[in-house]
């Protein structure tokens, strides 16, 4: 997701934070410069930010966890001040699966903020209070912690992309209707949710109804183009989108023997080749990584991902579309036969499309997704 930096990577997965996470930190700067810096404001301020911060954290934590025991592998995690967007490597077998992983997040808040109940007796109700627009105290911690991950249970359950609630809704709606449909409908329902959000954060002055509605409509747009490329794909089958251009590493080969192929070869990943069939990849910084330490022993196949997504020649393009969004440069193996005929990729499909589509209109589309993905 553009406008992430890094954070931290733990095992297999990459951690970033969204740049609309500073939200909080402009809510809290001005909130204490209403009241007067003070260095014990500001102490229990960040305590307090550190705290949301940790809550999404944990929200994220309860989809990965819950997906990955469902078979579902995600490999990064974009943090946003209302949640997260994962990226996944795989996808949930079954309607249900999607719910109980999109659910899990906001319970995860909603946990939290059971928790909490013990700190928050003899406060006033969220709706009596007249203003949460002022600075943290170590008394009130608690409660407005408590506040903040209820906040985030309702929010998420909202049907509108990127937020829990979309995909919730989506694959509610797909038990009846088409998977695509169903994303249109939630699409426009985005759009309408998001001018609610921008014209009652503008008549507010509510700044994080403003960044959510920048989310939204975003995450809209974002979708909008999964709608449009699906149109394009219908009825391209793998045999006609793969190619038999790509580059292989094999299996016994050690990282010394690879080291000259991986840097005479600008590939950002290879396929991992025994017996003439792909049985795993790496990326290209793993084996370089791995030279760099000395590990010139370290056999590939030790240190690749023998996890494949392979496609049938014969199989609509539009059966794999999740796995190729997903990873638009990553080459996925196509069979024939029962037998490794080539491989394919989403800019692999961009391109066959390009030459293919004589359509003026058509292709000004291709052209504006295409840039949009490189």
Known sequence: MKGS?????????????HWSFLIILVWIIAANAVEGFTLHNIKWSLIFVALIFLSVILHEMAHYLVAKRLGVQATE???????????????????????????????????????LLPFVQNRLPIWEI???????????IFYKLHIVNLGLFFINLIPAFPLDGGNLFRTILSWKID???????????????????????????????????????????????????RALIRGLTFEQVSTSNFSTLQGQSSVKDSIGNVINNRSSEFLVMEAGMPVGS?????????????????????????????????????????????????????????????????????????????????????????????
């Not at 930096?5 to 297999?12: S, Y």
């Not at 007249?130 to 009130?140: E, K, M």
């Not at 391109?351 to 993905?373: A, C, G, Q």
Request: glycine share 4%; charged share 20%; aromatic share 10%.
């Open 282 to 374: 790496i990326p290209r910084w793993e084996i370089i990584n791995e030279a760099s330490e000395k590990n010139y022993s370290v056999l590939l196949k030790d240190i690749m991902k023998n996890k494949l997504t392979f496609f049938d020649a014969d199989e609509k393009v539009e059966k794999g579309f999740k796995s190729l969004l997903a990873f638009p440069y990553k080459n996925f193996p196509v069979m024939q036969d029962k037998k490794f005929a080539g491989v394919t990729n989403l800019m692999c499909i961009m391109e066959y499309l390009l030459l293919n589509r004589l359509d003026p209109k058509e292709h000004k589309i291709l052209k504006s997704l295409v840039n949009k993905i490189r």
């Open 130 to 140: 007249s203003s949460h627009f002022d600075v943290i105290h170590g008394s009130d």
């Open 179 to 229: 998977y695509f449909a169903a994303t249109r409908i939630v699409v426009i329902a985005g759009k309408i949710i998001a001018a609610g959000f921008l014209v009652t954060g503008v008549i507010y002055l509510n700044l994080l109804l403003l960044v959510v509605s920048f989310l939204i409509f975003s995450a809209v747009q974002s979708e909008e183009y999964v709608l449009q490329l």
């Open 5 to 17: 930096i890094k954070l931290l990577k733990i095992k297999d997965i990459t951690i970033k934070m």
């Open 77 to 115: 995690i974009n943090l946003l001040p209302v949640g997260g967007i994962p990226t996944n490597e795989s996808f949930p077998v079954n309607k249900r699966s999607e719910i109980l992983i999109s659910m899990v997040g906001p319970l995860a808040n909603l946990a939290i903020a059971g928790l």
